[in-house]
Structures are given as C-alpha cells and as structure tokens.
C-alpha cells in the first residue's frame, strides 16, 4: 500500500484533547469530527489539509483519554498516514481498530518539515521524504495489520472474513 501527501507537522504530546476536542464528542458523525479536527491547536488545518496528506507527531502522540473520535477526526478530515516518534499504546490500538495507518519513526518525524512531499509504503515501512531526497524505515506492520487497515479497521476486516 503506498500513500502520497504533504506533511503537516506538529510537536510532541499531542493528546486526544487537542486532536479532537471534548465539546465535539457528543457526536460520533465522522464528517463532524472532521470539521472540528486540530482545531484548538491549528485553526487551519481544515483548510489546508488535502486527501492523502501525512500528519506528523513527535513523541507520545495520542496520549490522554481514550477515544476513537481521534483517530475517526484524523481519518475523515483525509489524513492518510501518520508518523510520530512514539504514539501512546491507546491511541496505537484506536487506530488500527479504526483503519489509520501509522508509524513510528524518530528519524523521519524529527527531520520532516511542515509541506515536505512524502511517499509512504505501508508494506516495506518506508517512509521517502521527496523534497528532501531522503529515506527512512520504520518497522512495517505484520500482514494481519495490514489486512485491518487495506479492509478500513477491525470492523470491516472481521466482517470480511464472516
């Protein structure tokens, strides 16, 4: 599976709080979720992001209150990917149970900077940064993961197989 976007980049603790915020979970309408995504730290990121683009993390990102609105906002406001150098295990869980691809790679989280072009092959667990001709490896998933997220989460996948 390979993704292509933009990088939009954040910093490290990024909970589920600031990812989705509380006033917005009495509603689990994933298009809702979507419109409020970031909001109370990036206004724009509605805006400016596009179907494919990859959003990055630093470290512990998805700590907090255990949500699957988070992952659920990330992935309908058309968020492909996401790379942080660590994730909290909660947040980990949510969004494969969800159908999000993340990753984690230090490196690449550390070095890629906000509109960087990516590349992203979820099968190899390479991660390409275009603009900056650079390449880094984060472990890919086992091929039962990868079966949750290419069927878009738990759900599906188990239904898949009925």
Do not use: W
Request: hydrophobic share 40%; aromatic share 6%; with cysteine.
């Amino acid at each position: 599976m390979i993704l292509n976007g933009n990088a939009i980049k954040y910093g490290d603790n990024i909970d589920t709080d600031v990812i989705i915020p509380a006033r917005y979970l009495n509603t689990s309408d994933p298009g809702e979720l979507a419109a409020h995504c970031m909001e109370d730290i990036d206004k724009d990121f509605p805006a400016k992001c596009k179907p494919g683009d990859v959003m990055i993390g630093g470290l512990n990102f998805g700590c907090g209150s255990s949500r699957e609105h988070a992952p659920i906002a990330i992935k309908a406001a058309g968020i492909s990917c996401v790379i942080a150098k660590t994730f909290a295990r909660i947040f980990f869980r949510n969004a494969i149970n969800i159908g999000l691809p993340i990753l984690e790679c230090a490196e690449a989280a550390a070095d890629i900077d906000e509109g960087d072009a990516l590349r992203v092959d979820l099968s190899a667990g390479s991660i390409e940064n275009v603009t900056k001709g650079k390449v880094y490896t984060a472990a890919p998933f086992p091929e039962f993961m990868q079966k949750i997220i290419a069927s878009g989460g738990l759900v599906a996948y188990t239904k898949s197989r009925g």
